[in-house]
């Protein structure tokens, strides 16, 4: 079992910044492909930003220019900072670890909530 910690929910009014962090056991994070998901009471699940184990990284349309995804591979913490917020961006975030042969992982979740 792959535990997951995230931190760094919270309030913000739109145009705010919070960054998220979420840490893994250093065993595992190396290998792993690290993930930001999101969901919306009433929506499903949906894939936020992503960053390969080798780094690449790519992002969903609407959060592009705004959210940046990076790993510290040191410090096992995978983060998401988040800034212009929108009221839209209101959803609980999890982590996401996924390894080759298609494991998944999931982290508790963090509150995210944009007030306009």
């Known amino acids: 079992q792959v535990q997951l910690v995230e931190s760094g929910g919270g309030l913000v009014q739109a145009g705010g910044s919070l960054r998220l962090s979420c840490a893994a056991p250093?065993?595992?994070?190396?290998?792993?492909?690290m993930g930001w998901y999101r969901q919306a009471p009433g929506a499903q699940r949906e894939l936020v930003a992503a960053?390969?184990?080798?780094?690449?990284?790519n992002y969903v349309d609407f959060v592009k220019g705004r959210f940046t995804i990076s790993r510290d591979n040191a410090k096992n913490t995978v983060y998401l900072q988040m800034n212009s917020l929108k009221p839209e961006d209101t959803a609980v975030y999890y982590c996401?670890?996924?390894?080759?042969?298609?494991?998944?992982?999931w982290g508790q979740g963090t509150q995210v909530t944009v007030s306009s």
């Open positions: 960053i390969t184990s080798g780094g690449h990284i």
């Open positions: 996401n670890a996924h390894f080759a042969g298609g494991r998944d992982y």
């Open positions: 250093r065993i595992f994070f190396s290998i792993a492909d």
